[in-house]
């Protein structure tokens, strides 16, 4: 199976400051069409996840363009540019390359 | 904005089964996959299985593997997913989502129902 392990698993920031989130994997999220299938979550409080970034780099309908992505191979990191009060909640990386499909443990993102 | 509709909740015995349901548009029906994916307390996302209703070919994670069935009604554009021997490790949120194809054989989740509390208790 494909292990996602993020970090930190706990972010406290400050609004309008940048935050980064890692996601490393046990291995290559490229598939052999060329794709890589690595996603970025964030669910809210009370909330089901919303997709933030579909393979890897590309914004979902919607998500500010504070949310960035990057990445390749087996590390990838979520960006925000300048946090809102808006963005707490829990982050997870999650891949469909091969199933079993894994997500990433999370991270939890608070204001400070 | 893509609505799926899951019932609020169940109360389950251990030992028994719970059968949720995932009511989609018809156009996700034809052309999407439903996946299931469960959120217990304490704990992270977790997948449970998936199914491509124009197929009916379904996937499951391989700690469910012969305890969970997905199955998909295209008459009313609604996906089930029955869990069976339920114990108390089951408890969780149970959400589907909509996988939407992106190419070749890969469905990525883009929207999610509002998901169904699921607690086993005696």
Known sequence: ?112 | QVQLIQPGGEVKKPGSSVKVSCTAPRETFRTSAIYWVRLAPGQGLEWVGQIIPFYGAANYAPKFQGRVSITADESTSTAFMEVSSLTSDDTAVYYCARGTPSGGPNYYIDYWGQGTQVIVSS
Request: hydrophobic content about 30%; proline content about 10%.
């Open chain 1, 1 to 112: 199976d494909i292990v996602l392990t993020q970090s930190p698993l706990s972010l406290p920031v400050t609004p309008g400051q940048p935050a980064s989130i890692s996601c490393k994997s046990t291995q290559t999220l490229m598939h052999s069409d060329g794709k890589t299938y690595l996603y970025w979550y964030l669910q809210k409080p009370g909330q089901p996840p919303q997709l933030l970034i579909y393979e890897v780099s590309n914004r979902f309908s919607g998500v500010p363009d504070r949310f960035s992505g990057s990445g390749s191979g087996t590390d990838f990191t979520l960006r925000i540019s300048r946090v809102e009060a808006e963005d707490v909640g829990v982050y997870y990386c999650m891949q469909t390359k091969q199933p079993p499909f894994t997500f990433g443990p999370g991270t939890k993102v608070e204001i400070k």
